[in-house]
């Protein structure tokens, strides 16, 4: 049986569709009060996150984007590493496999890449997230823990860490 999604690296021209999938799931599912406006790397995809170690990869469906995911390089410091951004699926796709396909490509990645560890921020509320994240090996950090070059968000409280990179623990 084949798989009902594919992920790839994002392409220009898929702008729209991930903005289009990731706006909905942050004002209305979260209650995030966030804009387009307050994403700018939403819009430079390329230039923020597939440069250096980076990447952005996107689940798709049917030819829509369904799933995305980010890595930003924050820094070759000590203590640098990759920041997980934009992981969010359609509602529709959560429980098929997809979120673990698509953290399982930004892993591999970032192993072949040499990263030390991959590091992320999160809301409190979002206990499904937290949940999916320690299964894959991840611990929670203080925000005193994160390393100086992390691009913290605003919005997050919450901070994980996996160091180092390895394959998920499942």
Do not use: C
């Not at 996150?49 to 890595?71: C, D, K, N, P, S």
């Amino acid at each position: 049986m084949s798989s009902p999604f594919r992920i790839e690296p994002f392409r220009p021209g898929q702008e729209e569709q991930v903005l289009g999938l990731i706006l909905p799931i942050q004002q209305g599912e979260f209650g995030v009060p966030i804009t387009a406006a307050d994403q700018p790397d939403l819009a430079r995809i390329p230039e923020v996150y597939q440069v250096g170690r980076g990447g952005f990869w996107v689940g798709l469906a049917e030819g829509q984007v369904v799933g995305t995911i980010g890595l930003i390089d924050f820094g070759r410091s000590p203590g640098g590493g990759g920041a997980l951004r934009k992981m969010f699926l359609q509602h529709d796709f959560r429980g098929s496999g997809l979120a673990q396909a698509l953290l399982d490509t930004l892993l591999v990645h970032a192993r072949k890449q040499g990263l030390p560890g991959i590091w992320l921020g999160t809301l409190p509320h979002m206990s499904a997230a937290h949940r999916f994240y320690e299964r894959n090996g991840f611990r929670r950090v203080a925000p005193e823990d994160l390393p100086p070059d992390f691009p913290r968000m605003p919005v997050d409280t919450v901070f994980y860490a996996l160091e180092p990179v390895h394959a998920a623990p499942r």
